[in-house]
T-cell receptor, first 115, second 109 residues
Framework: GAVVSQHPSRVICKSGTSVKIECRSLDFQATTMFWYRQFPKKSLMLMATSNEGSKATYEQGVEKDKFLINHASLTLSTLTVTSAHPEDSSFYIC???????????FGQGTRLTVV | KQEVTQIPAALSVPEGENLVLNCSFT??????LQWFRQDPGKGLTSLLL?????REQTSGRLNASLDKSSGRSTLYIAASQPGDSATYLCAVNDYKLSFGAGTTVTVRA
């Protein structure tokens, strides 16, 4: 099956710093990538949808200036958490959809801890 | 707005028993529905994908049904094993993936 690689798997950062998370589709081109956030024992919350070469579409309540998304190529999307605060600590997961639609493939997720 | 509900939230069964996990959704205009497995602290693993035109999909001990008109899907896991212990999520694809909160399954040896 298609592989989506998300890096890093875990990161600890200090309050006020920025953290970048990468999402790569290894063996297919992803015209659309999605970023989710998961709170403990909660469902995944869609944060934003990114299409290659255009601005990301953010869900209501998600701060676009805080969560910067760049879909620079058909195989790479990045999420940058700017000026991170402890409340940004969470599990972030990306997914990528191949050009021929169908299912979405997920990365392994990134556990972000802000201290 | 699509709302996805999974019942029950948690389930504990002895090894060998069959599992039945339910998923309901409010908007039937979907492309497909996926069932995922998530182990604690890990990402998602896709189990089954059912296209909107299909009624069911099977893979090994797993069988998922879809009744789009009533907004329901059921995941059956036959002869459960301790290794099946995980959280199972259903996701409805109406361009965006909307997830249920999951059913946490514990299979007791």
């Amino acid at each position: 099956g298609a592989v989506v690689s998300q890096h890093p798997s875990r990161v600890i950062c200090k309050s006020g710093t920025s953290v970048k998370i990468e999402c790569r589709s290894l063996d297919f081109q992803a015209t659309t990538m999605f970023w989710y956030r998961q709170f403990p024992k909660k469902s995944l919350m869609l944060m934003a949808t990114s299409n290659e070469g255009s601005k990301a579409t953010y869900e209501q309540g998600v701060e676009k200036d805080k969560f910067l998304i760049n879909h620079a190529s058909l195989t790479l999307s990045t999420l940058t958490v700017t000026s991170a605060h402890p409340e940004d600590s969470s599990f972030y997961i990306c997914s990528a959809r191949p050009a021929d639609a169908g299912g979405a493939f997920f990365g392994q997720g990134t556990r972000l801890t802000v201290v | 707005k699509q709302e996805v509900t999974q019942i029950p939230a948690a389930l504990s069964v002895p090894e060998g028993e069959n599992l039945v996990l339910n998923c309901s959704f409010t908007d039937s205009a979907i492309y497909n529905l996926q069932w995922f497995r998530q182990d604690p602290g890990k990402g998602l693993t896709s189990l089954l994908l059912i296209q909107s035109s299909q009624r069911e999909q099977t893979s090994g001990r797993l069988n998922a049904s879809l009744d789009k008109s009533s907004g329901r899907s059921t995941l059956y896991i036959a002869a459960s094993q301790p290794g099946d212990s995980a959280t199972y999520l259903c996701a409805v694809n109406d361009y965006k993936l909307s997830f249920g909160a999951g059913t946490t399954v514990t299979v007791r040896a």
